[in-house]
């Protein structure tokens, strides 16, 4: 009985979604650099290579086969085997079985490392877009407009609780005034329609017009989408927001489209470029509650790693650029410590007095009884959306 022509276009169509499949991935696995902390990666990038390779063989070896298998089936026979045209089947017929039984073992092994290789490619757009976490706060601590002051500002620096965006790439969710469009006391902005996402978050970092005022959470959520931007293309943010980029608090924001929150045990279990939070004494506001400098309620911070030795963070206008745990939670202390201001200080001073010890800051321990003293939040990047663009 004749074999179905559809059932043979069929097997074609596989081996050729097959062969572009490791063309895919052997791609992929040139632009792939060692897995942090994978010594042997080398090796192991060569291995996968001849393995991919020898499957992609045996699937050309296949295609010829079965175009040939095609056309008997369709009556087109070269003038040579048209007077046995039965034996010509008969032949291709066995050679796509032992090309089967030869391969199958190949193409199982090919799957295996095709998923390895997409292992490797996640992890190691884990660890560069932690260094992007890392380069872009960097970069808000550092830039400078075009021959005059920094490009990024803390809020109360220019104008007490008013967040500034670039006017022509940004709007305000609630504006201050209509004559000023990306000027709000809350932090609520979202890009204009002549700017698409990624247009807009570069513009952040070219505006020269004034100042950009913001604090240390808007800093690390525009942090947090450069960094996304900066790994894996300004067309994978612009599609994963639907061209529509919001900078704003909470699950409001964009980030919370692209983020995991966890809880951990220790510093040891961080990673860098992870974004943490460290807690001041609950009754910081209270304390400070009418002074101008009340900002240190807490601070977000971005964890860098271990730095000559000893594990260390930053955060946004920051005085250290590389503090210590321990460092941190002094400077919290300090903070807290501070005279109040304002109309009530005398007051506030005696209702809430000066803390005696560090001991006193729960700093990166969260001082939710729930959490028992965990880490948390830890806010990482979600590696399904890292494993989706290419």
């Excluded at 002549?194 to 959470?217: G, K, N, V």
Aim: aromatic share 8%.
């Amino acid at each position: 009985m004749p074999l179905s022509v559809a059932v043979l276009l069929r097997a074609a169509a596989r081996c050729q979604r097959r062969i572009d499949r490791i063309d895919q991935e052997l791609v992929r696995l040139d632009h792939t650099t060692a897995p942090p902390g994978n010594t042997d990666w080398p090796a192991e990038r060569q291995h996968i290579r001849r393995v991919l390779n020898k499957a992609r063989k045996s699937q050309n070896e296949r295609r010829p086969l079965v175009r040939r298998l095609i056309k008997v089936e369709q009556g087109e026979i070269a003038p040579q085997y048209a007077d046995r045209a039965w034996l010509y089947r008969r032949k291709l017929l066995m050679g796509l079985a032992r090309n089967h039984a030869r391969s199958k073992p190949m193409q199982g092994r090919a799957r295996d490392l095709v998923d390895i290789v997409r292992t490797c490619v996640v992890e190691h757009r884990e660890a560069l877009f932690g260094q992007w976490m890392i380069a872009s706060l960097r970069e808000l601590n550092t830039a400078q407009r075009l021959g005059q002051d920094r490009r990024f500002i803390y809020a109360n620096e220019w104008d007490r609780g008013v967040y500034r965006f670039p006017e022509r790439s940004w709007m305000a969710d609630a504006p201050v005034d209509d004559d000023h469009p990306a000027h709000s006391t809350t932090m609520n902005f979202a890009n204009t329609e002549d700017f698409s996402a990624s247009a807009a978050l570069e513009d952040l970092f070219t505006w020269d017009a004034h100042p950009i005022a913001i604090e240390c959470m808007s800093a690390l959520h525009i942090c947090f989408l450069r960094a996304f931007m900066k790994t894996v293309g300004t067309a994978a943010l612009d599609g994963v927001t639907e061209d529509i980029v919001q900078v704003a608090p909470g699950d409001e924001g964009s980030v919370s489209k692209l983020r995991v929150a966890l809880a951990v045990d220790s510093v040891d279990q961080l990673r860098p470029g992870d974004w943490v939070y460290f807690y001041n004494h609950p009754d910081y506001v209270k304390r400070h509650h009418d002074s101008s400098f009340a900002t240190w309620q807490g601070a977000n911070a971005v964890y860098l790693g271990n730095v000559s030795g000893e594990p260390r963070f930053t955060t946004f206008d920051s005085q250290d650029p590389a503090w210590t745990e321990a460092e941190f939670v002094t400077f919290l202390l300090k903070e807290y410590n501070r005279k109040p201001d304002g109309p009530n200080r005398g007051q506030l001073a005696n209702r809430f007095p000066q803390l005696g010890s560090s001991d006193d800051i729960p700093g990166l321990r969260c001082p939710d009884p729930a959490q028992q003293g965990r880490i948390s939040p830890v806010y990482r990047i979600d590696v399904k959306e890292l494993a989706r663009w290419r």
